[in-house]
């Protein structure tokens, strides 16, 4: 009975974001703050904890997703600075110009998968203004345009979520990065065909058409090889694992344009054939374009020299307070840093006039949302954790043994990355929670800590009320969000069943 009334006193916060996400229409920031209030008054009130230690609980909460606040707000700063100096243009047109203008099918893929992959390697939701609109203005009506993205977007969020993967790692009692980053890689290979088929078959592609197979196959087959380079050979360089998808992706897409023209198959709207395939802007403003996204790939390598990354461990520094596992802290060396040094690089290739104080300043404002939803969600997660709540959860999870475990929390693990505003607070709840499960049932910490990283961060995102209401008011689609839902639904189903099916498999044969 005792347990019954704990695991429902768990459950309350959950309950409480779903319901002012569905019913009460909250946003992010209103609705994470309400589960908050709840989860404080649960810890004081059930568990007995004093206001003193619940105050500890939540900055360590903080302090702990540290990685987490960087990446959101440098992310914020490169999507202004790219916009405003004008090289997002530039880049978006020398890729649509690689496709033949009446090749919508061809134009949109390379629009989401090179353009979108590019940006999102950096900030993965500056790609929504975007992509979004891009696909509107091929034709495409508003509501397919952002369920569509919502679909597609979804495979890339574990990769962004791997920008803190010194954030999880700690949550997870410092399993190594690179093991984590080996098995979220691995899940992720079959979202990227699902969420590439999803993708087309709401824009009204049919499946069977040479177009539609090329381009499934080739984008898929592109970005699954990034992965496979990035999380399996050489996974100490995870973070060029989605600009190298789309390196992969721009070259394949280069091919298909010229594949598409010696077609003798008039196509969608009747242009005539053959086209020129060329862009308007110079070679050295394309060259521009990139150079930023070049440079701060080099930089990415450049520290992983053993001379460089010997002399940076010295200027990180350890954190530890009130009685919490200490753990290490290296500006220098996180992705946040990098993106920061990228958006300072496009200052130096600008093709318009910029002013980086006006845009940091619109930068800040932009990200005191995000920022606010991760600063509450990570303050209501160390409450759980300290109130031993996450522990009782994983703990009448894990007696059901191996199988029923590893069938259960994918699901625990999609309904947790759906409650919150972002993920990330739902990533590193659960991770937390497998510490102490992985050694009861013999399953390695890195494997489950992989499929909750997948699980909380990419299917549950497309049917997020506010990721749906943004997306929505991209393209001015109005009082369509729960139709948007709907079309959404079963890919994300579908996505959250191959997974579990996929870690149930991985469970028994991981080493």
Known sequence: MRTSIEIAITLAPFAVLFSAFLIFKWDAVQAVTSAWIVELVIALGYYHMTPLRAIEASLWGNLSMWSGFLVLYTGQIFGQAYRNTGLLEILLESVQSIVPSWDRQGRAVALVTVVGGFISAFNGFATYPVTIPGLVDLGFDGLSACASYLVYFSWTLPFNSLFIAPTISNAASGVPIVEIVRSAGLLSIPLIFLSLLGFLKILGFRFFEWETQVLLWSMGLGNAVAIILFTQIWPAYYLLTLVTGAAISLGTIYLYG???????????????????????????????????????????LLTKFPTIEHALSYVEFGVAAWGYRRFTINIFTSAGFFILITSLVAYLFACKRANFAKDLLTATRRSRAPLTTLLVGSATVYLMVDAGQIAQLGKVLSSGGKLIYASLYPAVAFLGGMAFGQGLPGDFLLSRMQAPIAPMLGIPLSLLVGIVTVVTMGPPNALKPTQISYAASLANVKGKDGEIFRICLPWQVLQLVVTAILAVILVFFWK
């Not at 374009?289 to 990415?300: D, E, M, Q, S």
């Open 258 to 300: 010229r594949l598409s023209i010696r077609q003798s198959v008039q196509s969608v709207v009747g242009a005539a054939r053959p086209e020129a395939l060329r862009s308007s802007f110079p070679a050295t403003m394309r060259f521009r374009a990139y150079g930023p996204l070049l440079l701060g790939i080099l930089f990415v």
